[in-house]
């Protein structure tokens, strides 16, 4: 399984962006594909996954309200529409392939995309 990440950047709080996932390399039925992020000197956390086949989606309670995760199965590709950004979701942002909540369900990464939001 191949994961490539895009679409990071820096924007001011309040702003919005789109960070992207392109997949390949299996078939994803059965399988989440998830946004993870990691803080500088913070441990790796989980922020919203969504299940290729139901498109069952399930968010961090931070992103709640404000980031929509969706895929496009056509292009085997997962978006993570961030809107109204605050600094601390400044982090590396990173896609992968599993199941659940939790890191531990996930085995399959992509190498990260930067996003930074200034104050």
């Known amino acids: 399984v191949q994961l490539q990440a895009s679409g990071g950047g820096l924007v001011q709080a309040g702003g919005s962006l789109r960070v992207s996932c392109a997949a390949s390399?299996?078939?994803?039925?059965?399988?989440?594909m998830a946004w993870f992020r990691q803080a500088p000197g913070k441990e790796r956390e989980f922020v919203a996954a969504i299940y290729w086949s139901s498109g069952m989606q399930y968010y961090e309670d931070s992103a709640k309200g404000r980031f929509t995760i969706s895929r496009d199965k056509t292009k085997n590709t997962v978006h993570l529409q961030m809107n109204s950004l605050k600094p601390e979701d400044t982090a590396v942002y990173f896609c992968a392939v599993g199941t659940g909540t939790e890191r531990i369900g996930y085995d399959y990464w992509g190498q990260g995309t930067q996003v930074t939001v200034s104050s």
């Open positions: 390399g299996r078939t994803f039925s059965g399988y989440a």
